[in-house]
Nanobody, 113 residues
């Protein structure tokens, strides 16, 4: 059974930065594209960023230029570096492996002064 564990969330002021981490237990981790989703209160969960097994990345328009997804296959880790955070980035952030329908428990990011 795959386990995904997110960490790194917290309270940050607008314009600040955070780095989220996701630890995966999946065997053959390297073959899976990895995703970061987020869900704000009262809104649907949305895809924020994706990284393929080969390292190709894709981002939602709302975070392009501010968020960077990366992975360390040796450590089975996925990261989301977030800069220039805005209030509208406030959400619970989830790590995901879509093909396995695997989700972490989420980590709360709150951007507020």
């Amino acid at each position: 059974q795959v386990q995904l564990v997110e960490s790194g969330g917290g309270l940050v002021q607008p314009g600040g930065s955070l780095r989220l981490s996701c630890a995966a237990s999946a065997r053959m981790f390297t073959i899976y594209p990895m995703n970061w989703y987020r869900q704000a209160p009262g809104k649907q969960r949305e895809l924020v960023a994706t990284i393929t097994s080969g390292g190709t990345t894709n981002y939602a328009e709302s975070v392009k230029g501010r968020f960077t997804i990366s992975r360390d296959n040796a450590k089975k880790m996925v990261y989301l570096q977030m800069i220039s955070l805005k209030a509208e980035d406030t959400a619970v952030y989830y790590c995901n492996i879509r093909s396995l329908d695997a989700w972490g428990q989420g980590t709360q990011v709150t951007v507020s002064s």
